[in-house]
C-alpha cells in the first residue's frame, strides 16, 4: 500500500489537530468547578489573598512557574508576556512561584516581564493546586472564577514541551527543528 505524501499527510494532521483542540475546548468547558480555599501569598506590597490577586475581574489565571531557575518556565512566561495584554481584557493574570516577592520582580524586570507578581513560598497553594497531581510544583496555568464568597477552580493545565501554549515549538518545527536536540537558553544565574 502506497504512502500519503507528506504534504497530503500533514494537511491530515494539522486538520486532526484543529478538530483535537476544538474538542479540548469543548471538554474544557463541562468541567465542573472545585472549590478552593483563599490561599495567601506574598507580594512587594505584604501577603495577599487569592481572592485579592483577582482584582476587579471574576477570574484569574495564575500562571505556575519553577522559578528563574528554569530555562523551560522562563520561555513559556516569554511567549505568555506577549499575550498579556489580550489575557488582561478578559481575566486577571498573576505569575506565581516560589521565590521571594524581591527576587521575582528583579528577574521579571531582567526579562522584560509585565507580570503581577505573588510568591506562593512552596507552601499550601502550590501542594493543592499544583497542575500535576500530586507534585509539589510544576509549570502550567490554572483559572479561577468568583462564585459569590467562594473561589472555584475552572481549569488546570501542565505546561510541556510540544503543548497548545507555546507557540514556539509549532513555529520551530516549520524548520524542521527537533524539539529533543534544543533546550532554552535564559535563565537567571545570579542566586
Known sequence: MQQPDPATKLKEL????????????QVRAQQVPVEVENYIF????????????FGQREQLMLIHNMGSQCRFC??????INGHLP????????????HES????RKFAIDRGW??????????????????????????GAVVYRKDGDKIM????APFGGGDQFNAFY????LADFDSNAWEPQYHYDEK
Open 101 to 104: 516577592p524581591a527576587y521575582q
Open 170 to 173: 509549532g513555529l520551530m518545527s
Open 42 to 53: 506574598q507580594t512587594l506590597n505584604g501577603s495577599v489573598s487569592l481572592s485579592e490577586l
Open 114 to 139: 509585565r507580570f503581577n507578581l505573588a510568591s506562593h513560598g512552596g507552601g499550601q497553594y502550590i501542594k493543592d493546586q499544583c497542575v500535576f497531581g500530586q507534585a509539589d510544583n510544576y509549570p
Open 74 to 79: 522562563t520561555l513559556w512566561a516569554d511567549g
Open 14 to 25: 494539522e486538520a486532526q489537530l484543529v478538530k483535537l483542540n476544538e474538542e479540548i475546548e
Open 153 to 156: 477552580r475552572l481549569n488546570r
Open 86 to 97: 489580550h489575557l488582561e481584557s478578559v481575566l486577571s493574570v498573576v505569575l506565581v512561584s
